[in-house]
T-cell receptor
Framework: DTEVTQTPKHLVMGMTNKKSLKCEQH?????MYWYKQKAKKPPELMFV???????INESVPSRFSPECPNSSLLNLHLHALQPEDSALYLC???????????FGPGTRLTVT | QKEVEQNSGPLSVPEGAIASLNCTYS??????FFWYRQYSGKSPELIMF????GDKEDGRFTAQLNKASQYVSLLIRDSQPSDSATYLC??????????FGTGTRLQVFP
């Protein structure tokens, strides 16, 4: 089973709201990733957690705050976003860091 | 020079034909190579990965890797209209992240 789940599927939020995206996998993977994808562009890496520790932060603005409560869960906390942050947010996981990554279905985020 | 290059397409092939998708990369230290299929509005789906020179087959898909020439390709045999999607090449190397190409759009017409 190579399933990564993400909630919610869609999210519309105002620029003053605080919301969270959630990602879960039960494959025993020890690396989890957040990506952002704009239309007709490839995914852009935002954060990587390896063994529940943040190992990569791709200079993402502080209005995005990741959290890894345990080896199966990954959250992305959102605060004071801008309209240009509207995108598809993808979570992925891999057995170990640098192994093949499996993506979740994504959260389509719209910031108004 | 882009780190991972793909022809944006669209690549149009008739149903039943072989679709050939190509990808070149610049980092000679690259060690892992992946092909993802992405339907419009959906997330990327891993369809093949390859780590060693040569061919790797899985059903109708064959990945080919040539490290000396720094290219990786994906062949889709007996193409079906349901194969119509954007195919993303991704390369893992000395940096700690996957480098994605911009994708090739494949159209399979009946």
């Amino acid at each position: 089973d190579t399933e990564v789940t993400q909630t919610p599927k869609h999210l519309v939020m105002g620029m003053t709201n605080k919301k969270s995206l959630k990602c879960e996998q039960h494959m025993g993977h020890r690396a989890m990733y957040w990506y952002k994808q704009k239309a007709k562009k490839p995914p852009e890496l935002m954060f990587v957690y390896s063994y529940e520790k943040l190992s990569i932060n791709e200079s993402v603005p502080s209005r995005f705050s990741p959290e890894c409560p345990n080896s199966s869960l990954l959250n992305l906390h959102l605060h004071a976003l801008q309209p240009e942050d509207s995108a598809l947010y993808l979570c992925a996981s891999s057995q170990r860091f640098r192994d093949e990554q499996y993506f979740g279905p994504g959260t389509r985020l719209t910031v108004t | 020079q882009k780190e991972v290059e793909q022809n944006s397409g669209p690549l149009s092939v008739p149903e039943g034909a072989i679709a050939s998708l190509n990808c070149t990369y610049s980092d000679r230290g690259s060690q892992s190579f992946f092909w993802y299929r992405q339907y419009s509005g959906k997330s990327p789906e891993l369809i093949m990965f390859i780590y060693s020179n040569g061919d790797k087959e899985d059903g109708r898909f064959t990945a080919q890797l040539n490290k000396a020439s720094q290219y990786v390709s994906l062949l889709i045999r007996d193409s079906q209209p349901s194969d119509s999607a954007t195919y993303l090449c991704a390369v893992g190397g000395n940096t700690d992240k996957l480098i994605f190409g911009t994708g090739t759009r494949l159209q399979v017409f009946p």
